[in-house]
Structure formats: structure tokens, C-alpha cells
């Protein structure tokens, strides 16, 4: 490399290098010191040792918090591994106006998640589109709260999150179904296979590696869920604050009187410590792909 | 892509049944995806004679009027939002686009030391999510004096790590070949990162602009943190601060939530066919 300064590299990676110190690795050192403060956000910042983690383990709204993440998984998973490849099927085959399909498709994946929560709000209030059109129709005798009750307003956010997804992940899974031989599809079909045995035996074990990278993905984010549950409900996070995410509680403590960044950053390693597995898979599967 | 053989024995092309079947049951997904938004449009457009609760649900306004977005702007500052989202939705977009170029072509294509300890370092991060350091980046950005500020939003994401990575990625799969003919020209980095990178690397590049832009205009979490004065709320805290007052109208908001979806839906809308060309490529894997 003659025509190369020896500066030239580290002037091209400075940039990138001073975000990364500055906003990745410090912070992430900085959250251990700060769990073990009190700092809060109008000052202090004592070192009070293990207080803020024997404050982890009885915190009934974090127990709380832990419980709505379990379930939004237990819900989320299964229905976002499956809806989305479904829908790539769908989409796979070039019919006339299939890239206008796509793209309408997509659109809950590029709207903020406060417009959407914002929207499903309205639709889902007490005499909201819904309820309404439920009664209507003689569902319902009288309108469900599905924002003011505990488990409705969770299933709601659940809700939510399973339509926003469907297209972010159609589109994996569509970039994926690229790849799955086109051979074995028509040798299934020469044997006479039909669409749907087509797709157990042929479309899903081609797309077995996605399939688990978008499980691994899909349990990630529901353990990062935040503004769904917010906006839905007000900020208040439910009746009793029940219907709270562990990064809702992040974000209370945050700020004012009652804030406390210290047992904030707690919560914010307990995050970690729970994230960090399917994340460490994640990075294998991103490895493996760019290989 | 696939090969494209054409067997001539029924197999890939579809027969008229199942051509309406699939059209059926798009439109069925289309409703589901897309009625909402419509719903909401149509509700921002409906006047105050109207009413909105009706159990039969129209989504037709019977008068159609633009009044609502007159009114919103009269209960909050939302042009001014808008304004500061687009301020710092600007700063993330040329960050990323300047910053995590050159350091994805400095990893990818030039040797220095200390190359492999910054690759580790930068893939390092991304076992992170951004929710584990947000209150640490609260600390940081205070302690820079920019907590309440645009710049303070702007800043953290100003350079996204996944983005290096990804225009790395992006310049790895140029040829080398390209890049020693340029320096038997005597053609120095520089020149070859604007001659011979960036033409190659649009399509990467593209991407990177249009997530930059949705992450920055769509986010809510970080400006909810760092902005305290209603007065510097972007919008979509702004929409969330409307929604909490009292005197909030389901019209009122519909509008304000079109003001912050619209322009999303613009700009991808635009730079959709390099998006969707992108995950032909493979550039998207998750």
C-alpha cells in the first residue's frame, strides 16, 4: 500500500471510533457503576453497594413487568414465526401488483410505534371501531375494556406487536424463500404433493435457519417492548401499573422526584442478563449467513 | 435469484383458481394491514358535525374537511415538532451516511493497526440492545450539557455501529481486483473510496439512509428521556403529550398522527424500490 498515508485508515474510522467509546462502551461500563449508586436524576450518586439488587428481588411490579414479558413471548413467537412466512408465500409468486402488495404490507413496520398505538387506541376504546361494529354485530351485549383492563390491555399491546411485525418479518422470510430450491419444489409437484404438503416439506425445511433466527429476534423484542404498552396505556402502565415492560420501569425512573438512575441502571443490567443469550445466538446466525 | 425454467407441465404458473384465490386472500391482508390507517385518515377529516362513534362505521367522511389540522396545531405546537424531528432525523441520516461509510470502507478495504481489535469491538456492541445503556447515555449526554436539546437526541444515533458494519459488509464484496488496478494509477484511499466504493456500494448505502431516517423520525423511548420542555418535543412525543391532555379529541389526534405518518410513508414510497431491490440482493438478513 504505497499511496497510503499511515493516518489515512484511523482518519476514516476516528468518527465512528469516538461514537463507539463515547455511546457504546463507556455507557455500557458506566451502567455497572451507576447500579450500585443512588444516583438520581436531580443528583446524588453515593455508592450504596447490593441495595439497588435486594431491591430488585421484592419488587412486586417488576415481578409484575417479568410476567407480561413471558407471556408477550409465549405469545409473540409462535404466531410471528408462522403469520409472516405465510404471508412470504403469498407474496413470493410475481402476480400483476404484487410489489404494491408488498409495500402496503411493510407499511405497520415503518409507522412509529406511538402512531400505531395511537391509532389502535382509538379503534379498540370503549366506543371505538371495535366495540362498536362487535355489538353491532351481537358479539358482544356491551363494550370489552380493552385498555383499562389488566389482561385485555396486555393483549391488546400483544396484539399490536404480533400486526406491526408481520411485515418486517414477511420480508426475512421473503429474502429467504429465495434461496429455497426451486427443484425440489417441482419434484414435489411431479409427485404429486399439493400447496400445502408442498410447503410442510419443502418451503418450511428450506427456511429452517431463518425460522430460528426470526424466533431468536422475535424474543428479543418482546423482552425491549415499550412503546406499545406505554402509549395504549397512557403512560400509566395499566390499572395498579400492572401492565408494565422492564423498560417501562427503566424510563419511570428516569426521571423527576422519583427517579432513580441507579436502581434504573439495575434494571437496566437485569435487561442484560436476560437479553443476552438469544443475543449471543443472534450474532452466530448473522456469522453464519455472512460466511 | 432462482433460476426461471420454464417446465411447460403446470408447474409455476398459476391456473385462474388459484391466481383469485391469491388476490382474495391479499385483499384480505391488505384490509387488515392498511384499514387502520385509513380509518384514522378518515377520522381526521370528519367534521364535528359528524359522529365518530357511530356503530355502523363510515369510512367515507360525510363532509370532508381539513379543519382537524388546523385545530391540532392551535392545542399543540406540532408544526414545530415536526420540525424538530425533521432537524433531528437530518443529523442521524448524514452521520450515518458520512460516518459509517468511511469507517465501513477503512475496516473493509485498508490495512492499519489495530483493524481487527476495532472490527471486534464494533461487532461487540451488538449484543447490545439500546435499551441496557439508555440510561448511562442519559448520563453521558447531561454530562455533555445537551440533556433537553435536539442535538442530545440527534447525537447517540448519529452513527449507528450496525450501519459500520453493514457498509463494511457492502465494500467487502467489491472485487479486489478493482481496487489494485486503481493503485497501480497511483490512485491514493481517498480516490478510491469515491471512484471506486461508492458507486458499488449505492445499494448498502440506500439502506442505510432509509433506516437512519425511519429509526430517527419514528423513535420515542430516547427523546422521551432526554426532553423535558414541551416546547422541544419532537413528534412523536408531542403526539403521545397530546393524547394525555384532557381536552384531547379523537379527531384532533387522528390529524396529528397523520402529520407524523405521512411523511414516513412519502419518503419510503420513494425509496422503496431499492429497499425491496436490496432484499433481492440479500442484503437484509435480519
Redesign the interface.
Known amino acids: ?4 498515508r ?1 493516518f ?3 482518519l ?2 476516528a ?3 469516538v ?2 467509546v ?7 461500563l ?2 455497572v457503576v ?1 447500579a450500585f449508586t443512588n ?1 438520581k436524576p436531580l443528583g446524588g450518586g453515593r455508592f450504596t453497594g447490593t441495595e439497588n439488587f435486594a431491591r430488585i428481588a421484592d419488587d412486586a411490579q417488576l415481578g409484575d413487568a417479568l410476567l407480561n414479558s413471558v407471556i408477550y413471548m409465549v405469545v409473540c413467537v409462535p404466531l410471528l414465526t408462522l403469520l409472516p412466512l405465510l ?1 412470504a408465500v ?2 413470493q ?1 410475481k ?1 400483476p401488483g404484487i ?1 404494491f ?8 413496520v ?7 398505538a ?6 379498540l376504546e370503549e ?1 371505538g ?1 371495535v366495540n ?2 362487535a ?2 354485530l351481537g358479539v358482544l351485549s356491551g363494550p370489552l375494556p380493552f385498555l383499562t383492563d389488566r389482561w385485555l390491555l396486555l393483549l391488546s399491546a400483544i396484539s399490536l406487536t404480533v ?1 406491526k411485525g ?2 418486517y418479518y414477511m ?2 422470510y ?2 429467504a424463500l ?2 429455497v ?2 427443484e425440489l ?2 419434484a414435489a ?2 409427485d404429486g404433493a399439493g400447496p400445502v404438503r408442498r410447503f410442510f416439506a419443502v418451503t418450511v425445511p428450506g427456511v429452517r435457519n ?1 425460522m430460528a ?2 424466533t431468536v ?1 422475535i424474543s ?1 423484542s418482546a ?2 417492548v ?2 406499545e404498552l ?2 395504549l396505556s ?2 400509566t402502565g395499566g390499572p395498579g401499573g400492572q401492565d408494565m415492560s422492564v ?1 417501562m420501569l ?2 419511570m425512573y ?2 423527576g422526584f422519583t427517579g432513580h ?1 441507579g436502581y ?2 439495575a434494571l ?2 437485569l ?2 442478563a436476560v ?2 443469550g438469544p ?2 445466538l ?2 452466530r ?2 456469522r453464519k ?2 460466511a | 435469484m432462482a433460476r426461471r425454467k420454464r417446465t411447460g407441465r403446470g408447474f409455476g404458473t398459476a391456473g385462474p383458481g388459484e391466481k383469485a384465490l391469491r388476490y382474495v386472500l391479499l385483499v384480505v391482508v391488505l384490509v387488515l394491514t392498511v384499514g387502520p390507517f385509513v380509518w384514522q385518515l378518515s377520522t381526521s377529516l370528519k367534521g364535528l358535525g359528524e359522529d365518530i362513534y357511530t356503530r355502523t362505521p363510515s369510512f367515507i367522511p360525510a363532509d370532508p374537511t381539513l379543519a382537524n389540522y388546523g385545530s391540532v396545531a392551535d392545542t399543540i405546537p406540532v408544526w414545530s415538532y415536526g420540525r424538530n424531528s425533521l432537524i433531528v432525523a437530518a443529523i442521524v441520516v448524514f452521520g450515518n451516511a458520512v460516518g459509517a461509510t468511511f469507517a465501513g470502507y477503512a475496516l473493509a478495504k485498508l490495512r492499519f493497526r489495530g483493524r481487527r481489535l476495532a472490527l471486534g469491538l464494533f461487532l461487540a456492541t451488538l449484543i447490545l440492545p439500546g435499551e441496557v445503556t439508555i440510561i448511562s447515555q442519559y448520563v453521558t449526554v447531561r454530562g455533555l450539557g445537551l440533556a433537553d436539546t435536539l442535538l442530545g437526541v440527534a447525537l447517540p444515533g448519529a452513527i449507528g455501529m450496525l450501519n459500520v458494519l453493514l457498509m463494511r459488509t457492502a465494500f467487502l464484496s467489491i472485487p479486489a481486483e478493482l481496487d489494485s488496478a486503481a493503485l497501480i494509477d497511483g490512485a491514493n484511499a481517498w480516490q478510491r473510496l469515491v471512484h471506486i466504493g461508492l458507486p458499488n456500494v449505492r445499494g448498502m448505502l440506500s439502506v442505510v439512509v432509509i433506516f437512519s431516517f425511519i429509526g430517527a423520525w419514528d423513535d420515542f423511548l430516547w427523546p422521551l428521556i432526554v426532553l423535558n420542555d414541551p416546547e422541544n418535543y419532537t413528534l412523536t412525543v408531542g403526539l403521545q403529550y397530546l393524547n394525555g391532555t384532557f381536552s384531547a379529541n379523537p379527531r384532533l389526534i387522528a390529524a396529528g398522527t397523520m402529520i407524523a405518518f405521512i411523511p414516513i410513508v412519502i419518503v419510503f414510497a420513494v425509496l422503496q424500490r431499492f429497499f425491496f431491490k436490496g432484499v433481492e440482493e440479500g442484503a437484509i438478513k435480519g
Open positions: 500500500m504505497t499511496h497510503q499511515w489515512t485508515p484511523w476514516l474510522v468518527p465512528a471510533a461514537w463507539l463515547v455511546f457504546s462502551l463507556w455507557p455500557s458506566n451502567t451507576l444516583a404471508l403469498l407474496v409468486r402476480l410489489s402488495f408488498r409495500t402496503a404490507f411493510y407499511t405497520p415503518i409507522a412509529s410505534a406511538v402512531v400505531v395511537l391509532i389502535w387506541g382509538w379503534v366506543r371501531l362498536g361494529f355489538q353491532e400486526w408481520l411485515g420480508i426475512i421473503l429474502s429465495g434461496n430450491s426451486r419444489h417441482e409437484f411431479m431463518t433466527l426470526v429476534l428479543v423482552l425491549r415499550f412503546s406505554y402509549v397512557d403512560g423498560v427503566i424510563q428516569s426521571r438512575l434504573a441502571s437496566s443490567l435487561l442484560f437479553t443476552v443475543m449471543l443472534l450474532l446466525f448473522n449467513a455472512a
